[in-house]
């Protein structure tokens, strides 16, 4: 069973060779893996948060999806979107705002932060302080929780983030009585989790002291890292590799031993300026052949917009149906068709049950299906197939696509169910048009609560 991992990359810069080594690299590494189901995102209303310029907006979400696709990201293998395309995580934020503490948010450290400088500057407490930047670790939970994500690679400075998530999960799932969410993890990279900037400091755009990874070209990368703080000591002079910033980068780049050479060179005297030409190479080996796709990208932001789009829909496929079973948990639910209710009367009477699939072979021998409501209505029966794969395969996509998986088709006081044309399953014939209408609604419900069900156990099985 595959891991869902999922993380998110704020679009209100350009992208430096902090994020890369970070965050970027080490997800596109993890994409590959065939046990990873990765989901990468652009934050994009978080930029908001932080930015109020749409120019900076614009041109930083065009910079960063060409940055995670130039590095490698093949967006057939993994979800790749823009939060902004996906209209269920505001819908989730205002639920998981409902019942997310006050006091908790109170204590966020960004928010603290924020306001911890106002005092000192003896100003009111919520000067300059937005709600946006209030919430922001609710927004945050919803892109994850959404998606049902076990682990979320982040920076150290986010593990607040991915524990307050956590929380707020646990407390949906207690107070509305499942197990709607996933809790999710911090993943942070022990070894080069935080890189230095120019200063010294962790390299972040509010320090100012970054270097771009791709804007700018070759030569911005070499002044940048021309540009790190050293002491004054002279060629031939012994110097402490742990002085400066360069080993640290030098060694995000470079093997153990590598690392160590490097390291010993600077402490027999090499000079300053040959060891930020060394560390320049070293990183321009790895980057340049990247610059050159990046650049290519950029220069179709149609292709991009469009492979963007088609991972909105990708995601969209998982949120869809996980909103609509988390609608239907907190009581948005239809007025009209109140057998729905008694579905989850059922489902929360102790006894846990759920939807499910059920294969069997009929009196021919023929392989088929049926789809039993959480109270054990018989709503779908599949046609009768010789293929035991295609039953299979049919009832796969149904478990994982919910309702989208097909069109149902009116026919007189029933339904049959389509896939791409093809006739795949019909439902039981009603009494009459208002019993057939509440039974299709039932079965939408059922079919989208067998797909949330099934991304919880894909996940659980994971553990
Ligand atoms: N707050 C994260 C950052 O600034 C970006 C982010 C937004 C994120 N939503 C997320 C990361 C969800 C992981 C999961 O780095």
């Known amino acids: 069973m595959k891991t869902r991992v999922l993380t998110g990359i704020t679009t209100s810069g350009t992208p430096h060779l902090g994020n890369y080594v970070g965050a970027i690299r080490p997800a596109v590494a993890a994409s590959r893996r065939s046990d990873v189901d990765a989901f990468y995102f652009m934050a994009d209303y978080h930029a908001l948060i932080k930015s109020n310029d749409p120019a900076r907006i614009e041109r930083s979400r065009l910079e960063i999806a060409a940055t995670w696709l130039a590095t490698g990201l093949d967006p057939k293998q993994v979800t790749f979107y823009r939060q902004s395309d996906i209209p269920e995580l505001p819908e989730l934020t205002w639920i998981l705002t409902c019942i997310t503490a006050k006091g908790q948010l109170n204590r966020a450290h960004a928010y603290k932060a924020a306001v911890d400088r106002n005092v000192a500057n003896a100003e009111d407490a919520d000067v300059g302080i937005s709600a946006g930047l209030y919430m922001y670790p609710v927004l945050m939970a919803a892109d994850i929780l959404a998606f049902n994500a076990d682990k979320v690679p982040v920076g150290r400075d986010q593990i607040q983030h991915i524990e307050m998530a956590r929380d707020i999960a646990q407390r949906f799932n207690h107070i509305y009585g499942g197990a709607f969410f996933v809790l999710p993890e911090a993943q942070v990279e022990d070894q080069v989790a935080m890189l230095p900037g120019l200063d010294g400091r962790k390299m972040s755009k509010s320090y100012n002291n970054v270097i771009p990874l791709f804007a700018g ?163 779908l029966l599949s046609v009768p197939l010789i293929d035991p794969k295609r039953a299979g395969q049919w009832q796969k996509r149904f478990a994982t696509l919910g309702a989208a998986a097909g069109d149902l088709i009116v026919e007189g006081y029933g339904a049959s169910f389509s896939v791409q044309g093809k006739r795949v399953a019909s439902t039981p014939v009603q009494a009459d048009a208002v019993a057939r209408d509440a039974m299709l609604h039932r079965l939408r419900t059922t079919l989208d609560l067998l797909a949330s069900y099934h991304v919880r156990q894909t996940n659980a099985a994971d553990g």
């Open 217 to 379: 070209g070759a030569k911005q990368l070499r002044a940048g890292i021309m540009g790190l703080v050293t002491d004054s000591r002279m060629p031939g002079e012994p110097k402490e590799p742990e002085s400066t910033s360069l080993v640290t980068l030098y060694q995000a780049f470079s093997t153990f031993d590598e690392t160590v050479a490097f390291a010993q060179a600077l402490r027999e005297g090499m000079s300053w300026g040959q060891a930020k030409q060394q560390l320049f190479e070293r990183i321009e080996t790895e980057v340049a052949p990247m610059r050159d796709r990046y650049e290519a990208l950029m220069a179709h932001p149609v292709e991009m917009e469009d492979m963007l789009q088609q991972g909105a829909k990708k995601a969209r496929l998982i949120a869809t149906p996980l909103l609509e079973s988390l609608r239907e948990a907190v009581g948005l639910r239809s007025i009209a068709f109140p057998g729905a209710a008694s579905q989850r009367v059922a489902a929360k009477k102790g006894k846990r049950e759920v939807p499910r699939l059920i294969s069997f072979r009929d009196d021919d021998g023929h392989f088929r299906f049926r789809l039993l409501a959480a109270d054990g209505e018989e709503l």
